[in-house]
């Protein structure tokens, strides 16, 4: 196993971190539902691998995620690290949902509770509030840390600009920073590359991606993408709640995508799965692996033994570009006037 900084605070998460949105008794979603057995044997076959970082959310299962979560981790807590989210919808209350003192303040109660735990590692918002200050939700998790509740902030699904004014209200308030941002990257989606990457890099932030497989998309299960098979998730989850794939993405371009992915996994003799994660694991992110079986996640991790050649990497690099938008390549142009030598 790699591991990699998670922001700056001195603390290392493994490269490959397990996602725990299949895993929940209930199976609301049709998103998995890995029992508590099934998910002890995914877990411990992650720990035998390595993998110390472990991810969810109060919502996923209706919260039972986190409670199968840990149950399987009570033997490695102080070994490993917690991750979990807040912001979605989780009861019937109008008040139920966001980031709103209130709102947070209920739910790391109730998410301890069902992970087994005094500490999170990582308390992410999992998304933007339209509706509640952004001070308010700051001032809140800051409060969380000093009470010993949770150790390192972190972000999901933020525009750039939303992740630099949290970091700007922590830095004038001499608040714990955020040190992480959970967001989707793979070959079909690299709108990441175009901001929040760089904003990442420029601010220390550890990215965390989420649906590296495009939900199963990569894997090429979906066949030419016309009509998923019944049974898989874009069928029973995706489709119907979603109204198509999902993440989405640019179907054309994504069958090109998968050609070549599928040329560079038969010229390997591996699974598209893993040239697909070991594409993504070569970019320097904490990539978060999802299973609904114990094979399915163990061909997974297999990908951080794939070594892709510099041809192949070009290869899948080209056909994903998403090109350069304004105002980075008026930046590039710009900073290109400096002729003359300079010593660094």
Not at 49 to 60: A, E, P, Q, R, W
Not at 130 to 149: A, C, P, Y
Not at 311 to 325: A, P, T, W
Request: aromatic share 10%; glycine share 10%; proline share 3%.
């Amino acid at each position: 196993m790699k591991y990699v900084p998670i922001g700056r605070t001195g603390v290392y998460g493994s490269v490959l971190g397990l996602g725990t949105m299949t895993f929940g008794e209930k199976n609301l979603q049709k998103r998995g539902g890995v029992r508590q057995e099934a998910a002890d044997v995914i877990v411990k076959k992650a720990i035998d691998l390595g993998i110390n970082f472990f991810d969810s959310s109060d919502i996923y299962d209706g919260g039972s995620s986190e409670e199968v979560l840990g149950k399987a981790l009570r033997d490695y807590r102080d070994q490993v690290l917690i991750a979990t989210k807040v912001r979605g919808k989780s009861g019937v209350g109008v008040n139920e949902t966001g980031l709103s003192r209130l709102h947070i303040s209920q739910q790391i109660k109730k998410s301890l509770k069902r992970l087994g735990t005094k500490w999170i590692d990582v308390y992410q918002f999992h998304g933007w509030d339209n509706v509640t200050q952004l001070s308010e939700s700051i001032d809140t998790m800051q409060r969380l840390v000093e009470q010993g509740l949770v150790n390192y902030p972190g972000i999901s699904n933020f525009y750039a600009w939303q992740m630099a004014m949290s970091q700007t209200i922590c830095e004038e308030r001499n608040y714990t920073r955020f040190e992480t941002v959970q967001a989707n990257y793979s070959l079909l989606n690299r709108d990441v590359e175009h901001e929040i990457l760089p904003f990442s890099k420029h601010s220390g932030m550890t990215v965390l991606a989420w649906s590296p497989l495009h939900g199963g998309v990569l894997t090429g299960k979906y066949g030419d993408l016309t009509d998923p098979q019944p049974g898989t998730r874009m069928r029973d989850f995706a489709f119907p709640v979603r109204g198509g794939y999902f993440p989405p993405f640019d179907i054309e371009k994504g069958r090109r995508i998968l050609e070549v992915v599928k040329s560079v996994s038969e010229e390997q003799g591996v699974t598209m799965a893993q040239v697909s994660l070991s594409w993504l694991i070569d970019k320097r992110v904490l990539v978060l692996l999802g299973a609904r079986s114990i094979e399915q996640f163990e061909d997974n991790a297999r990908s951080l033994e794939i070594i892709l050649t510099q041809e192949q990497k070009e290869r899948l690099d080209n056909i994903s570009d998403i090109g350069k938008r304004y105002p980075k390549w008026m930046v590039d142009r710009q900073n290109s006037d400096r002729k003359f030598s300079i010593l660094v």
